[in-house]
C-alpha cells in the first residue's frame, strides 16, 4: 500500500495534527472528518531511517495516509486495525483498558508491547527484520511462543 503525501498534508493541516501524538491524530481523523469516517485506523509499527517505531495511521481508498509522519521513506507494518467510527467504537470493548490506564493505544492492553496480539506481533518481528535486526526479530519471536520478554534479550 502506497502513502498519498499530499493527503496526508492536507489531514494533517485539516485536524491540526500535533507531533509525537499520531494514534491521537488519527483517531481524530476518522471521528472528525466526514471524508475520512469509513477509514481504517491502523496501529503498527513503522521503519523510518532505520528506526523501528510504534506508530498509528490510517488506511483509506487503498493508501496510508500518515497525518503525523510526512516522511516519504517509510515502511509501515500493520499490526491492529479498525474500519471506520464503528470500528473505533468497538474499541471500548476490547478488555484492558483500565488495566493500561489509557485509551490510546489500543495495542496496550494485549500486554508488554503488545505482544499478546498476535496481529502486532508480527508487525514488531516484520519490522525489525526490515531494518535488518534480526536478533531482535528472533527475540519477539520466541517471546511470542512463551519464552522471556525481549527487553530482558536486547543489549
Excluded at 491540526?16 to 491502523?42: F, G, H, L, M, P
Excluded at 526490515?130 to 527487553?151: I, L, N
Aim: aromatic share 12%.
Amino acid at each position: 500500500m502506497n502513502k498519498n503525501i499530499e493527503k496526508s498534508k492536507k489531514l494533517r493541516k485539516a485536524i491540526r495534527a500535533k507531533a509525537s501524538q499520531c494514534y491521537a491524530n488519527a483517531w481524530d481523523a476518522i471521528e472528525s472528518q466526514e471524508d475520512y469516517q469509513d477509514a481504517t485506523y491502523v496501529e503498527g509499527m513503522a521503519v523510518v531511517n532505520g528506526l523501528v517505531l510504534e506508530h498509528g495511521w490510517i488506511e483509506h481508498e487503498g493508501e496510508i495516509v500518515d497525518p503525523t509522519l510526512l516522511e516519504v521513506n517509510i515502511a509501515y507494518f500493520p499490526g491492529l486495525r479498525f474500519k471506520g467510527r464503528a470500528g473505533l467504537d468497538s474499541t471500548w470493548r476490547i478488555p484492558g483498558m483500565l488495566e493500561s490506564g489509557m485509551k490510546l493505544p489500543i495495542f496496550y492492553r494485549f500486554g508488554w508491547g503488545g505482544v499478546g496480539s498476535p496481529e502486532f506481533l508480527q508487525a514488531i518481528i516484520l519490522a525489525y527484520r526490515f531494518a535488518a535486526m534480526d536478533a531482535m526479530a528472533e527475540s519477539y519471536a520466541k517471546y511470542g511462543s512463551g519464552s522471556a520478554c525481549p527487553s530482558t534479550m536486547a543489549g
